[in-house]
């Protein structure tokens, strides 16, 4: 209900007092009417009422209370509950004396005639305003987290307005309390000003952002082009890398010339990379990634490095049926064919070496362009001896006469290859029984 004062009458002479259903917010009558008002330095007819806005100017600070002077017969006060102070200010830090503000007419204390005022009132009325027209343009607004509660957090947009956490960001939150005292930037996605209700995103805010970035980058990538990345996070298969708003897969295999056991062994999430794109599907909005093609290719300098008869150290990587795969750099690895292992018969690789195993071995041949090193851990000297004894010794026959060819690999022990049997090794025996029986029957 309205609360109306009025000080002096219309003709300037005695006082009128007018109140409705109401107690008076003035009880003070002067003797002579507008000489007295005069004195107390007003000097016209001031009109009070519950809810009105007056200019003021603060006059003591004291810490629970403002003073200030809006022209009335005393000093209008300002309690601390009506202060809006911002956060880790004091009233002693946030205004000081002589500073003009306006303030909200509360009431009256008709005990001693104090006039109570409010600075939060004036401030809240504003910020309504504001983001009533904030919230029709969807403007962006930056606030501090003022604390956390259930479900969320409240930041101060000169009113409490709620960000729900599933609006904080983009992805999961753990720990709501490390965003107090922070700014955010978001906007009002929910707006009531009759019930005095906001709730913002900031998520919503940086969707946006996001997605202004990733057709930017769309508009600009090109397979073969170089782009410099933040690794995001780490799999067992690979790496994704940001590549400043669209996120691009390093696939394990192409992280490095060598192998690579897991991908964490190389990368780290943060680490920056320089990458080059191998493939775009931009139907799907896919982006395949290269770490070892912005690196020189060991096979370049192969040829170089390993000259035939050369002895070098090397690790067992991979150990197969017929030999095994030595690495003898990163990204290089050279085979040792089963019959180059020893200087005997050898039926299982794991009889001579294992994986991991640190080897001597000498390089018979190297070919960059096809990407293959052949090696040997026989002594030169052993694979010289079959061939001499080969050389020196009568050709073997089968039973129909054919030749059998022997090998260095078949003379050292080793199974014959395809290309050294003969049809007559083979069933040589199957034909001399055969025609034994035949003469016998024919007898």
Known sequence: MEELVQLGGENGMGEQVEAKKEKSIESYKPESGQGVLEAEGIGEIKTFRPGQTVEGTIVQIAADHLLVDIGYKSEGVV???EISLPAGETIGSAFRTGQGLQFVVVGIDNQEGTLLLSQRR???REAWRTLEK????QEVLEAPVLEVVKGGLLVDLGVRAFMPASQIQRGYVADLNEYVGQKVRCRIIEFDRANRRAVVS???VLEEEAQAKREKIWGEIEEGQIRTGTV?????????IDLGGLDGLLHVSEISWGRVGHPSDVLSVGETVTVKVLKLDREREKISLGLKQVQPDPWDTVEKKYQPEMTVSGRVMRIVPFGVFVELEPGVEGLIHISQLADRRVNDPREVVQEGETVKVRVLKVSGAEKRISLSMREPK???QPERQRESAPAKRGATGEAIEVTA???AGNAPTFESVTLGDVFGDVLKQSRSRSTQDQS
């Open 79 to 81: 309690p601390l509950s």
């Open 409 to 411: 690999e078949s003379a």
């Open 202 to 204: 900031q998520k919503a």
């Open 382 to 384: 052993a694979m010289a």
């Open 134 to 137: 904030a919230h029709a343009n």
């Open 122 to 124: 004036v401030r809240e």
């Open 232 to 240: 995001k996070s780490i799999t067992d298969f690979g790496a994704f």
